[in-house]
């Protein structure tokens, strides 16, 4: 071939393959602290499937969804990874609505869980009758609803049980373990810590209809839902490949979790232990997260309209929301469901136990 017609062929080529090889920005923007509740998105970004669907990945922490929410809004951030309370509440007569919606359900059941000592009598919602409950503090959003289920079992939450704010972290574990509340009423990561600590907990069951209410899921300004879809649907099948993979080899995802976030791996103590405590919070976690059936037919991502009726009714009955005919499709959709399951699930799952 002459040099002339070699150089633009050459050319053509790279015009051709340009935009294959041309990665769209997304940055990600989350209310969560860095922690194993987060590991399918880390298992992700290791494994680079974000990559692998055209998608350079920036994250930015951000401290709670009120901060979060007007970074989306004023489209800073791309995908955000909010709770929907507040999202719901914008849209509340004489209030201007945030122009956000939820595209895909991350926490697609309900993991604020009320748990007691493995020995207590405490055994249903209404055993907690004139005892005293533990809260990290009266304004967390979990409140409204601990007290709609109580209300549900039969129970004064005003004058039937005490409710008392026990903050975070070690101060909380302790009045648990020494006795000075009866239930802790906790996100399930704080829960399956003490648990691996060394301290046996029962979780209490809840009411089937509170299990549907979603924790943080992914949302979007509403424009990138309409004039980019595609751009949403790429995002959500990375993320889903990493909820394969983290399922498919949970020691290669929490390990990968620490190689992303080294502060979240133990310095002390033994190794192996480290290891299988770390894999059993990351597990108890991913189970709020996987829909239900076969890995291979699972309905990724979607919401169930019921758990958005009985958040709207909680947040009425707290007297956050005056009106409850909000308009669902202006505050989550379900359009994109299908497209994040379209991968090869089989090749995510053998290239994740290859993982060492």
Request: hydrophobic residues 40%; positive net charge; proline residues 6%.
């Amino acid at each position: 071939m002459r040099p002339m017609r070699w150089f633009a062929a050459l050319a053509a080529m790279l015009v051709l393959a340009g935009p294959a090889l041309a990665r769209d920005r997304v940055t990600y923007g989350t209310a969560s602290r860095v922690g194993l509740a987060n590991s399918a998105m880390y298992m992700a970004e290791v494994m680079g499937f974000f990559r692998e669907n055209d998608i350079d990945l920036t994250t930015v922490q951000f401290d709670g969804t009120g901060v979060l929410l007007p970074q989306i809004a004023n489209r800073q951030i791309t995908v955000g990874y909010p709770i929907p309370d507040l999202v719901i509440l914008s849209h509340d007569t004489g209030r201007d609505p945030l122009p956000i919606q939820f595209f895909y359900n991350v926490t697609r059941q309900y993991n604020w869980e009320i748990v007691v000592l493995e020995n207590s009598p405490i055994r249903t919602l209404a055993d907690l009758r004139g005892k005293r409950i533990g809260v990290i503090s009266l304004s967390t959003g979990n409140v409204p609803v601990t007290r709609a289920m109580l209300r549900e079992a039969g129970i004064d939450p005003q004058r039937g049980v005490e409710i008392i704010p026990v903050g975070q972290g070690p101060a909380a574990v302790n009045a648990f373990r020494s006795g000075q509340i009866d239930a802790l009423n906790q996100f399930d990561v704080v829960h399956s810590q003490i648990a691996v600590s060394g301290t046996p907990i029962r979780r209490i069951p809840v009411p089937e209809k509170y299990r549907a209410i979603s924790g943080n899921s992914f949302a979007a300004h509403a424009d990138t839902i309409r004039n980019n879809p595609d751009l949403l649907r790429r995002f959500g099948r990375a993320y889903t490949m990493g909820l394969v993979a983290c399922e498919a080899n949970p020691q290669a995802c929490v390990r990968l979790s620490w190689q992303l976030h080294p502060t979240l791996r133990p310095t002390g103590g033994d190794a192996q232990r480290n290891l299988a405590d770390a894999v059993r919070i990351m597990l108890d976690n991913l189970a709020y997260k996987l829909p239900a059936g076969d890995v291979r037919s699972r309905r990724w991502g979607d919401f169930e309209e019921a758990g958005w009726r009985t958040n709207i009714e909680i947040l009425q009955e707290n007297g956050q929301l005056r009106r409850t005919d909000l308009p669902l499709d202006s505050i989550y959709t379900n359009a994109l469901v299908p497209d994040f399951g379209r991968f090869d699930v089989n090749a995510v799952i053998a290239r994740a136990r290859a993982l060492q």
